[in-house]
DNA sequence: TTAATTAATTTTGTATACAATATTTTTTAC
DNA sequence: GTAAAAAATATTGTATACAAAATTAATTAA
């Protein structure tokens, strides 16, 4: 094993072994080190680095790692590892489509449930979003942006779609590290501020066209043309035999 | 362990051993197990046993109920050990709404993208239903019916929802076993023979209105008051302490 | 030097061993 | 005989050992 810098994006002081964490703590950790990007799509996640890494066997390791596969967040090789998944063009129009389908119908649900503290617990989860992106943390605001959709599931009180979800936030997340083209995406704090005022005033439509044009945004602003562009360029000067994927530093 | 009678419903030839199956195998054999009834819910599915049963150790075991608990069809207690899933009245309630959510954006996109020989394949799952149906094949008759659904999603050209309408598939399974009230549901090959034809002559309005309502039969057809009625009596007349659990034979 | 082949190493897949926790049985007191 | 407590048993959780496969490094031929 290269027994120099296991260095991994995974918040802890420096190399360090830290013993006693277990598969909820482990699993909370990596998705996070993955949603907030310390880990980008492609990283191979080795189970024998994880393991010293967290102080535990490969077997805890590995639950983990199945569990994110199953969420999509890790893709897994049979017989050659886990990586961060790298979702395609067509995976990442599939995960939207899901989601204008899924969070339409959650946000008709949430008009019909809400109590007044729930757009209180909204309103704060924008004032959080909006504070870590003047202050310019990037991490933060991926990770803020995202839970905006998550208290809205909760709202509507149906944990299966809340799940469905939470995954294809995370995938998403995903997407928009590969295939977000130009800079930064304009303010999306506005967006989910007009549609707290729609869910407040029970005007179904307008929150649900608010909800649409708010994903349908998201989606313009990537590049879903061809593998990513870059790729491309490899694809076409690389020697054969690709040496494309092995050039990413492993966990 | 109990060394008699490791007597399971697992489609094999008696109590043997069968060697060389592998996770995905084992997976297919447990979920259709459990589809088709012959898995109670409730059932303890014990590691040492399923590991006898399938030729393999605990590991590979381990990661299929893993597996099948991510698909909510098992459920694992931490120390406990891994049971079918046994769905609550409420958990029943969010399952049914979360299809009707999904399987009416599916049925939108699959009229858009419907080609004639979808609709052959529609048909002879419709047809497979009805064999099944008229010869009392029930454990068939359940799959097949579930099947439909599927094959609906597939045409829906979309991955993502296609595995979340799986997995609603199958949880709802375990729900009709659990909350079904009186006797057999009426032949709903009726009911998918009428949504191919609203599919194929591209009525959106009148295919997804048929689907919710066939849906909202389902649903009716449960009784999903209190916690199902049985255990309500065993609650009220049994000793302190609950045996109710253990009588279950388990796997 | 480059390409192909072979050997060495690393990494994953699975079985097994042991520790921690639950469950069952036995014992003891009333 | 019943109920509580204690011991015995069985089951899950985790680490480790070994086998199988893939990757990497070294060797050889052009």
Redesign the pocket.
């Known amino acids: 094993?290269?027994r120099t810098a296991p260095t991994v994006a995974l918040r802890q002081s420096e190399t360090q072994t830290r013993?006693g964490l277990?598969?909820d703590q482990i699993y909370e950790e990596m998705f996070a080190a993955i949603l907030e990007q310390r880990l980008a799509p492609g990283t191979?996640?080795?189970?024998?680095?994880l393991?010293e890494i967290f102080?535990?066997?490969?077997?805890?390791?590995?639950?983990v790692l199945q569990r994110l596969a199953h969420e999509r967040i890790v893709q897994?090789?049979?017989?050659?590892?886990?990586f961060v998944s790298e979702p395609s063009p067509a995976e990442a129009q599939e995960v939207l489509q899901a989601r204008r389908l899924i969070e339409a119908g959650i946000i008709r649900e949430a008009i019909r449930r809400q109590v007044p503290s729930d757009m209180e617990t909204l309103r704060q989860s924008v004032a959080a979003e909006r504070e870590s992106l003047e202050q310019g943390d990037h991490e933060s605001w991926v990770r803020l942006s995202g839970d905006f959709h998550l208290k809205l599931a909760a709202i509507a009180k149906n944990h299966t779609l809340a799940a469905y979800v939470k995954e294809l936030v995370s995938r998403t997340s995903l997407i928009i590290v590969q295939y977000q083209k130009g800079n930064v995406s304009p303010c999306s704090c506005d967006e989910h501020t007009q549609i707290i005022k729609a869910i407040e005033a029970r005007d179904e439509e307008k929150a649900v066209e608010l909800m649409m044009a708010h994903l349908k945004a998201c989606e313009d602003q990537l590049n879903l043309r061809h593998e990513e562009g870059k790729a491309d360029l490899f694809s076409i000067f690389a020697?054969p035999g690709g040496r494309a994927e092995?050039k990413r530093r492993?966990v």
């Open positions: 094993m290269s013993k277990h598969n191979k996640l080795s189970e024998d680095t393991g102080g535990v066997s490969r077997t805890v390791i590995r639950a897994i090789h049979p017989n050659r590892g886990a020697k092995r492993a």
